[in-house]
C-alpha cells in the first residue's frame, strides 16, 4: 500500500507539472522544452502513457485552473531547516495547512528567504548511458555548466547549478543524447546529526507535510541514520 501511495503522489506531481507546463509553454511538446522534460519524467515514473495524454488535454482546456508554484521555509523541532515546495490552486489553503503541520508538530513556519540561502538550488539530467563515457561528457559539457558527472545503474547522471537547466536541456538534445529523466533539487550545504528519537520528530513532520495534495517536495538539513 505504501508504494502505490507513493506512485500516486508520483502522478499527481507529474500531473501538476504537466499543467504548469501546458499553461506556460503550450501543449506540443515539439515546442515546449518543459513539457518535453515533464513527459520524460513521466515516462522513467512508469506513468501510462494515457496518464501523460489525458493531463495534457486537460491542461488545455481553457476551463482548467493554474497551479502556481510556492515555496515554504520554517525549522524542524531541533533546528533542522526544511524547504517545502507547493504546487497549488488554492493558495490559502495550502498556507494553512503548511503552516497547521509546523505549528502542531514543534516546527515554525518561517518568513521567505529565512532558510533557503541554506540550500544549493541544483538541476540534474540522466541521460542513455549508450557509447557515452563519463570523462568525456565531463569534459564535454563543463562549458555548459555541468560541474559533476557519474554513472549509475540507471544511466548517466549530470549535475549543473538551476539556472543552468535549459541551456543542458538544449545542448544534449542537440546533440541527440537520449534524456531519460531530468529534476531539480536544493542540497543543504551543512547537514545536522541528530540522535535517533529526534530524528523520528522530524521525520514525523516531513512526512506529515509530504501527504499533502499540494507538496511536490520536501527538503531538509537532516542527515537521515538507519
Given at each position: 500500500?505504501?508504494?502505490?501511495?507513493?506512485?500516486?503522489?508520483?502522478?499527481?506531481?507529474?500531473?501538476?507539472?504537466?499543467?504548469?507546463?501546458?499553461?506556460?509553454?503550450?501543449?506540443?511538446?515539439?515546442?515546449?522544452?518543459?513539457?518535453?522534460?515533464?513527459?520524460?519524467?513521466?515516462?522513467?515514473?512508469?506513468?501510462?502513457?494515457?496518464?501523460?495524454?489525458r493531463a495534457i488535454k486537460k491542461a488545455s482546456?481553457?476551463?482548467?485552473?493554474?497551479?502556481?508554484?510556492?515555496?515554504?521555509?520554517?525549522?524542524?523541532?531541533?533546528?533542522?531547516?526544511?524547504?517545502?515546495?507547493?504546487?497549488?490552486?488554492?493558495?490559502?489553503?495550502?498556507?494553512?495547512?503548511?503552516?497547521?503541520?509546523?505549528?502542531?508538530?514543534?516546527?515554525?513556519?518561517?518568513?521567505?528567504?529565512?532558510?533557503?540561502?541554506?540550500?544549493?538550488?541544483?538541476?540534474?539530467?540522466?541521460?542513455?548511458?549508450?557509447?557515452?563515457?563519463?570523462?568525456?561528457?565531463?569534459?564535454?559539457?563543463?562549458?555548459?555548466?555541468?560541474?559533476?558527472?557519474?554513472?549509475?545503474?540507471?544511466?548517466?547522471?549530470?549535475?549543473?547549478?538551476?539556472?543552468?537547466?535549459?541551456?543542458?536541456?538544449?545542448?544534449?538534445?542537440?546533440?541527440?543524447?537520449?534524456?531519460?529523466?531530468?529534476?531539480?533539487?536544493?542540497?543543504?550545504?551543512?547537514?545536522?546529526?541528530?540522535?535517533?528519537?529526534?530524528?523520528?520528530?522530524?521525520?514525523?513532520?516531513?512526512?506529515?507535510?509530504?501527504?499533502?495534495?499540494?507538496?511536490?517536495?520536501?527538503?531538509?538539513?537532516?542527515?537521515?541514520?538507519?
Amino acid at each position: 500500500m505504501k508504494r502505490w501511495s507513493a506512485m500516486a503522489k508520483t502522478f499527481t506531481r507529474i500531473g501538476k507539472d504537466i499543467v504548469m507546463s501546458v499553461k506556460e509553454g503550450g501543449s506540443d511538446p515539439n515546442n515546449n522544452s518543459r513539457l518535453r522534460a515533464v513527459i520524460q519524467n513521466a515516462k522513467a515514473a512508469n506513468m501510462p502513457k494515457e496518464n501523460v495524454e489525458r493531463a495534457i488535454k486537460k491542461a488545455s482546456d481553457k476551463n482548467t485552473g493554474d497551479f502556481k508554484e510556492v515555496l515554504f521555509e520554517g525549522y524542524a523541532p531541533h533546528g533542522i531547516a526544511v524547504l517545502v515546495e507547493t504546487a497549488t490552486d488554492n493558495n490559502n489553503r495550502t498556507v494553512a495547512n503548511i503552516r497547521s503541520y509546523f505549528n502542531k508538530l514543534n516546527g515554525s513556519l518561517g518568513t521567505t528567504g529565512s532558510v533557503e540561502f541554506m540550500f544549493d538550488h541544483s538541476c540534474n539530467f540522466r541521460i542513455n548511458p549508450n557509447d557515452h563515457e563519463v570523462d568525456e561528457i565531463e569534459l564535454e559539457f563543463i562549458d555548459y555548466g555541468v560541474e559533476e558527472v557519474f554513472k549509475d545503474e540507471d544511466g548517466i547522471v549530470l549535475y549543473a547549478p538551476f539556472e543552468y537547466y535549459g541551456i543542458i536541456q538544449k545542448e544534449l538534445e542537440k546533440r541527440n543524447f537520449e534524456i531519460l529523466s531530468s529534476d531539480f533539487e536544493r542540497i543543504p550545504q551543512v547537514i545536522k546529526r541528530l540522535s535517533i528519537d529526534k530524528q523520528k520528530e522530524v521525520l514525523q513532520l516531513i512526512e506529515k507535510i509530504e501527504d499533502d495534495e499540494d507538496v511536490q517536495n520536501v527538503y531538509h538539513s537532516m542527515e537521515i541514520k538507519n
